[in-house]
């Protein structure tokens, strides 16, 4: 779990904003415009990224790489 308290959510979505692809490194998900946005809930950071279709097979590597670079 990521608390909300560990980062501002500026600098929480400005941090998910340069996750890359996994497929494609030289993207991210800013570029490819599926961050959605940064909130905090009951003290944890919640970040919404829809994917580009659905069944995207980068959706569990992407989250991995969220929850590592935010925790």
Do not use: F, K, N
Not at 39 to 59: D, H, K, M, N
């Amino acid at each position: 779990m990521v608390t909300a308290a560990r980062h501002g959510l500026e600098t929480a979505r400005e941090i998910a904003a340069t996750v890359p692809d996994p497929e494609l490194p030289m993207v991210t998900l800013a570029d490819l415009g599926i961050l959605r946005g940064v909130t905090a809930e009951g003290g944890q950071l919640v970040v919404t990224i829809t994917p580009t279709y659905s069944g995207c097979p980068a959706l569990r590597e992407i989250a991995h790489d969220l929850r590592y670079r935010l925790g």
